[in-house]
């Protein structure tokens, strides 16, 4: 079994495709295995969906989590067979402050004489299908940026020159960037701590994967493998991802890292819509070149049986 994708996202958290427009193209690919892992959301009913379309599939779901020791976020992949509820408190506790966040910065622009409401949020949420929860920074540049009135107040801040939608989110919405606390301001981390994560695994017998460390870690490397075993014993992480846009170098970091510590390895292409790709998404069952279909096999199968 080759033909897997175990990381893909839908309009329950931040992707562009329903349920069924995701289970359609995976027929259509002859996918195996499909496994939904939206942001801090579980889709009971997806694991139904994808059987009546003669698909396997589990439970699943991708959290946001945070190393506060090292002031790192981590996304991690969660897969079980049943999630025990428990897990209901920890997902309404992220979104709840997610949303919350997002209502603090709308406030916050208003008070810098930005055109933007609580309505934009529900609005943009109902166009995309997506809950308000789910909506992101971008979303809210988004809405700045698309409103008329507020280019006025953005090539002020840019020293009179216009810019486009991704510079503008760069520059005034990326932590760590020049402009970032120009008119945004820094809330309280809503994730989760790592040490939770080690509850879920234990709770639900789950595997807990790092998702594309390729992305997450980028060029530190070294980072990545001297951390990992702070990982494996504070969240109790026993799964690592090869995500479809590995390098080659990351794919046998990955592979060693995996094998020295006896953790699985999970795949793929953290898709946000279908047909779309960029450096850091794949398209749906997008296949990394630099992986053998054998290996996959192998990998999966591990997985399979843990489960």
């Known amino acids: 079994m080759n033909k897997i994708d175990m990381h893909f996202h839908s309009t329950s958290s931040d992707g562009k495709n329903t349920h069924e427009e995701i289970l359609e193209q995976a027929k259509k690919k002859g996918l ?114 698309e409103n008329p009135e507020n280019k006025k107040r953005w090539i002020d801040l840019n020293n009179g020159q216009d810019i486009w939608l991704v510079e503008f989110y760069l520059q005034y919405f990326k932590r760590n960037w020049e402009n970032f606390e120009t008119f945004w301001i820094i809330v309280p981390e809503y994730e989760p701590s790592l040490d939770v994560c080690k509850t879920i695994q234990e709770t639900n017998k789950a595997i807990l994967s790092i998702a594309h460390p390729n992305v997450t870690f980028k060029d530190d490397m070294q980072g990545f493998l001297d951390n990992i075993e702070y990982y494996i014993k504070t969240a109790w992480i026993n799964a690592l991802e090869i995500n479809s846009k590995a390098t080659i170098e990351w794919i046998e970091i990955v592979k060693k890292t995996a094998e020295k510590h006896g953790l699985f390895i999970t795949f793929w292409s953290d898709n946000h819509w279908i047909w779309d790709t960029d450096n850091k998404h794949s398209d749906f069952w997008e296949l990394n070149p630099n992986i053998s279909e054998k290996f996959i096999e192998k990998e999966f199968e591990k997985y399979r049986n843990f489960l």
């Open 32 to 145: 195996e295995f499909i496994a939904l892992t939206d942001h801090d959301n579980i889709s009971w009913d997806f694991q139904q969906k994808a059987e009546d379309f003669g698909i396997q599939s589990t439970q699943s779901l991708e959290i946001s989590a945070r190393n506060y020791e090292h002031e790192k976020s981590l996304h991690i992949t969660c897969y079980a067979n049943s999630f025990a509820d428990d897990i209901f408190e920890l997902l309404d506790g992220v979104k709840n402050a997610r949303k919350n966040n997002l209502e603090i910065q709308v406030d916050v622009l208003q008070k810098h004489w930005f055109n933007i409401s609580l309505w934009d949020l529900e609005h943009i949420s109902q166009t995309m299908q997506r809950p308000t929860e789910a909506l992101n920074k971008f979303d809210i540049a988004r809405i700045l940026y």
